[in-house]
């Protein structure tokens, strides 16, 4: 009932070219998509160039950002209808990169992401604890405060549109992973406070991603819990083969 979602973060890399390149290769190799969903969030910059070329394709698009104001005078920033006009479905937000070197709090992760959902786009909303905050037992406490933080004041009816990224951030551009039983139980703490919040009816509908250093060779095993319905990938969504391979996990 949950579609799993396999989403490619470029962060900061692909020049229009290069991002052209990679998106048709990765059409070239995709093939349909009957059970799963795959996009690719590429920098602002490349966003118009990928969306020419996998409009009517099985590939959908997201962005890596946005600033939660419809317009208005704010130097540098992009707003939801405006990657809502270049044919974003999706949009992360307050990855952890995003906390950690621009101070984004958990007040303004809630913002951007009912800024998002305001203006019909699918937010993928990053959680996840450092390695101390692990190492002192307190990742599950942290975790699920950060969602409840992310999604307070968003109404029941919205939550199908939402999707959670569980990022450990100890395990991001690490080659780090959690393993698939970890994950898993963090997955599962995430669903129970999504069922805490909205009932398990919907708690049950909602897609929790699982990043951190996601790869061709532990795809398959971390697909496999229960929980863990996508992956949001960075290092490994650059080339077209070891996108393509994680996107066709078994
Ligand atoms: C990320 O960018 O969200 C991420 C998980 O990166 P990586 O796959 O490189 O760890």
């Known amino acids: 009932m949950r579609i799993p979602l396999i989403a490619g973060n470029w962060k900061m890399y ?15 190799g995709l093939g349909e998509l009957s059970d799963r969903e795959a996009i690719v969030c ?8 990928v969306a ?9 698009l997201g962005a890596q950002n946005l600033y939660p104001e419809a317009q208005g005078a704010f130097t540098g920033e992009v707003s939801p209808p405006m990657l809502v006009d270049i044919g974003c479905r999706y949009v992360i937000i307050g990855h952890s990169e995003r906390r950690q070197y621009f101070g984004e709090s958990d007040a303004f992760v809630n913002r951007k992401l009912r800024a998002a959902l305001a203006h019909g786009l699918r937010p993928i909303v990053c959680v ?7 190492d002192a037992g307190q990742a599950e406490p942290i975790v699920t405060a950060q969602v409840r933080a992310a999604l307070l004041e968003v109404p029941p009816a919205q939550m199908a549109n939402v999707v959670i990224a569980y990022e450990p951030i100890w395990a991001i551009g690490t080659g780090d992973t959690a393993t698939p039983a970890d994950a898993q139980a ?16 919907i708690a049950a509908t909602v897609r929790i991603q699982y990043g951190g250093s996601v790869k061709p060779d532990n795809i398959d095993e971390l697909m496999a819990q229960p929980d863990i319905d996508g992956a949001l990938v960075g290092g490994a969504s650059l080339q077209a083969a070891s996108f393509l391979r994680i996107i066709h996990y078994q």
Do not use: C, N, W
Not at 14 to 28: I, N, P, Q
Not at 128 to 134: D, I, L, N, T, V
């Open 14 to 28: 692909k020049t229009v070219g290069e991002a052209t390149t990679l998106v048709r290769d990765l059409l070239a």
């Open 42 to 49: 590429p920098p602002f910059t490349a966003l118009a160039a």
């Open 52 to 60: 020419a070329l996998v409009a009517d394709s099985p590939l959908g």
């Open 128 to 134: 996840g604890e450092s390695k101390p905050q692990r």
């Open 186 to 201: 963090m997955h599962a703490a995430i669903r129970a406070t999504l069922a805490e919040l909205y009932g398990a009816e």
